[in-house]
Each structure stands twice: as C-alpha cells, then as structure tokens.
Nanobody, 116 residues
C-alpha cells in the first residue's frame, strides 16, 4: 500500500484547506485511513480517521472544524479543514491501517502552516 498526501500550504487563521490522500496498491486490505499530524517540537497525534464503511472519528480539538471523507472510486481520502488556527500548524500524514495483523502504512507528510 502506498499513500500520498497533498494539499498543504500556508493559510491565515480562520482560513480553510483541503488535504487529499491518494492510496494505491492493495487498498482493499485497509480497515481505515487516518490523518495524523506532528506540530513543531511535539509528538505525532491522531487527527481524524474514516473506516472502510465510512464511519468517521475525530480528536476533540478538530471535531467541529474538520471533516474527513472518502471517494472509494478514486481511492482518495480528504480532510477538509475549516476555521484553521495557528495551533493546527503541523506536518500532516495520512496513514493506512489494518487491524489484523496490526499494520500501518505511512505516506510522506504535507506541511500545513497557519499564520496568526
């Protein structure tokens, strides 16, 4: 499985960005695809995830501002980020997850910078 994130950039606080995660390879083996982020000087953290069946999950800090969705025909997962805040600044990674056996596939990240 290969994952490629795109759509990052520089945006002012209050603005929006949409990240895309294009998956290729044995995509059907994935149980879910998630977005993680790593702010400067901090550990990676879960942001949002969506299961094969379409169930979405969010960390509390983005629940009312971000929306994850998937286009199965394009093997692509999106993260719509609205009302961005400076604390959303991070490198964002999309990750493909398999439950059994526990396996995760990481793509290269995309930088999101939110200026105040």
């Amino acid at each position: 499985v290969q994952l490629q994130a795109s759509g990052g950039g520089l945006v002012q606080a209050g603005g929006s960005l949409r990240l895309s995660c294009a998956a290729s390879g044995n995509v059907f083996s994935l149980n879910s695809i998630a977005w993680f982020r790593q702010p400067p000087g901090k550990q990676r953290e879960f942001v949002a995830g969506i299961t094969k069946g379409g169930s979405a999950h969010y960390t509390d800090s983005v629940r009312d501002r971000f929306a994850i969705s998937r286009d199965n025909a394009k093997n692509t997962v999106y993260l719509q980020m609205n009302n961005l805040k400076p604390e959303d600044t991070a490198v964002y990674y999309c990750v493909g997850l398999i439950i059994t056996p526990p396996t995760d596939y990481w793509g290269p990240g995309t930088q999101v910078t939110v200026s105040s």
